[in-house]
């Protein structure tokens, strides 16, 4: 460091290719490059292996479920990964025996309108929690954090009995307006998340006449786009792959979604039916392939909404 005749201190010159390259002979890492694991590869064959077979365990079952679905009925359990016989016909199957378009159509409708209002009513509840001091909040937010104790089976019958007593039984909005009120995971991820932003730009929009509500949208929302997303893409999943609320309230073949309607298949071509595992793996793969899609596309957010949630608690 040097100081000039003016008193300022003058910042050392850039590094050359020469000095990064001392850098790089010293065992540090170029500045602008990211970090790269120079162990031999046999210090990290170990952790490869368990890996390798870590995505095997995991990734067989799928398999399997793409080989049964694409099978005759007496080969479904040969546990042959390539069909020794195909039969494409059993996709036909599916669609001629359930109505599979209608219960897609019904798992996305319920699905988006299950992540909307609990996206929107958790985003309400955690910023304030986050914002707002007032005595008793640790209390309060505590007691939303102890519902997570609650079992689902503790709460499901006066729940039916809610909606049953305003007629709404036997409809699909049980299925996703129970969420109106929030989830208590959700609220707790969203917090830690608005917890995380700087309180001085909610000051500053204060002092210029910014209200509560504007702070809420204008401010919070927006930046708080990789929690959100989290939030919906979850209760997405979840949503979809739900099969005790529509198995509850859900009567009519017409209104069920796509766990119901497989339900349905098993029971008939079941155990308890004419055994056509071909039939059941094909509407298994059907029904799984629109979250693997929903993860492929999405999985950039995910990342990003775990990585920036829980900074601050």
């Not at 000095?19 to 064959?45: F, N």
């Not at 036909?92 to 798992?107: E, F, K, Q, R, T």
């Not at 055994?275 to 029904?287: D, F, G, R, T």
Request: glycine share 8%; net charge positive; hydrophobic share 50%.
């Amino acid at each position: 460091m040097a100081t000039s005749p003016a008193g300022l201190t003058a910042t050392p010159a850039a590094e050359g290719p020469a000095q990064r390259k001392d850098v790089r002979k010293a065992g540090g890492a170029a500045p602008g490059t990211g970090r790269q694991d120079r162990r031999p590869i046999w210090k990290r064959t170990p952790y490869l292996i368990v890996l390798a077979l870590a995505s095997v365990l995991f990734t067989y079952p799928f398999l399997w479920l793409i080989s049964a679905s694409f099978k005759p009925r007496t080969d479904v359990f040969d546990n042959a990964l390539i069909p020794h016989h195909w039969r494409v016909a059993n996709f036909a199957d599916v669609w001629h025996y359930g109505n599979m378009v209608n219960w897609l159509i019904n798992s996305v409708v319920v699905g988006v309108a299950a992540a909307t209002t609990v996206t929107i009513s958790s985003a309400v509840v955690a910023f304030g929690f986050a914002y707002f001091r007032f005595p008793g909040r640790n209390f309060l937010f505590g007691l939303v954090l102890a519902t997570m104790m609650l079992p689902g089976a503790v709460t499901m019958i006066p729940i039916y009995l809610i909606w049953n007593k305003v007629g709404l039984t036997g409809t699909q909005v049980p299925l996703w307006a129970q969420n109106i009120f929030g989830s208590a995971f959700y609220i707790f991820l969203l917090r830690q998340f608005f917890l995380s932003l700087p309180r001085e730009l909610f000051e500053a929009a204060r002092v210029d006449g910014c209200s509560f509500f504007g702070l809420f949208w204008r401010i919070a929302l927006p930046l708080a786009r990789p929690a959100l997303a989290i939030v919906f893409i979850f209760e997405i999943q979840a949503s979809w792959n739900d099969l005790l609320k529509p198995l509850i309230y859900l009567q009519n073949t017409s209104l069920f979604t796509m766990p119901r309607g497989l339900k349905s298949i098993i029971d008939t071509f079941g155990n308890g039916g004419e055994h056509h595992w071909e039939i059941i793996s094909a509407a298994s793969l059907i029904a799984t392939i629109p979250m693997i899609v929903i993860f492929a596309f999405a999985q950039r957010h995910i990342i990003d909404g775990i990585a920036t949630t829980g900074r601050k608690g």
